[in-house]
């Protein structure tokens, strides 16, 4: 069955600090990809998705970027935080036919 | 722009009432619909709609979608305090390969 990974479950950051967070599916291949964020007492926003090994697609305009080195990993990253990046970040796969997707724990990230 | 929209944005009431969650869309190429149920960490799936007028079924809960009107509904019947959550609706454009989320309706049961 395929399972999906996400970590650190949470972290607390400096502002102007770099961020990784590290996004890795099991049992399946070729999968879509996505970043969402979740601020909170609202919905999920789209970030960033991806349909292949270094095919990103950028939904809205932000201090953070994403990479996808290897088949199921996907990685969101920034070079320097802002206060305004703290929230709860989402991880998520679905087949390539795309419909239903699958969500990671989630990885809260707080920016002091 | 592509648009889901749910409401209420929040609802509380007693154990054993059953509820009733709108969401409504607007999209460019509407694919399907989605209904999400999220508790402390990651969304979990409940349903995928993709036909007018067919009630999809598990246990208490049931969605069914209008493609006409635009919008679904998820009932909940005798409702449980472990219903309490957040419920997302999302939309799938077709040919875009992502999910357009709602805002979420946030369920409290009161025992």
């Known amino acids: 069955s395929q399972t999906i990974h996400q970590w650190p479950a949470t972290l607390v950051q400096p502002v102007g600090s770099p961020l990784s967070l590290e996004c890795t599916v099991e049992?399946?291949?070729?999968?879509?990809l996505y970043w969402y964020r979740q601020a909170a007492g609202r919905g999920l926003q789209l970030l960033f998705y991806?349909?292949?090994?270094?095919?990103i697609s950028s939904e809205v305009p932000q201090n953070l970027s994403a990479s996808r080195p290897q088949d199921r990993q996907f990685i969101l990253s920034s070079k320097k935080l802002l206060l305004s990046d703290s929230g709860f970040y989402l991880c998520?796969?679905?087949?390539?036919?795309?419909?239903?997707?699958?969500f990671g724990e989630g990885s809260w990230l707080t920016v002091v | 722009e592509d648009k889901v929209v749910q409401s209420p944005l929040s609802l509380v009431v007693h154990e054993g009432d059953t509820v009733t969650l709108n969401c409504s869309y607007e999209?460019?190429?509407?694919?399907?619909l989605l209904w999400y149920k999220q508790e402390k960490k990651a969304p979990t799936f409940l349903f995928m709609l993709?036909?007018?007028?067919i009630e999809k079924k598990s246990g208490r809960l049931s969605s069914i979608l209008d493609k006409k009107e635009l919008f679904s509904i998820l009932n909940i019947t005798a409702t449980q305090t472990g219903d309490s959550a957040v419920y997302l609706c999302?939309?799938?454009?077709?040919?875009?390969?992502?999910?357009?989320f709602g805002q979420g309706t946030r369920l409290t049961i009161n025992p």
């Open positions: 998520a796969w679905s087949g390539q036919a795309g419909n239903t997707i699958y």
């Open positions: 049992g399946t291949s070729n999968p879509n």
């Open positions: 991806s349909v292949g090994i270094g095919q």
């Open positions: 999209v460019t190429n509407f694919r399907s």
């Open positions: 993709t036909s007018s007028g």
């Open positions: 999302a939309v799938e454009v077709r040919g875009a390969q992502k999910l357009v």
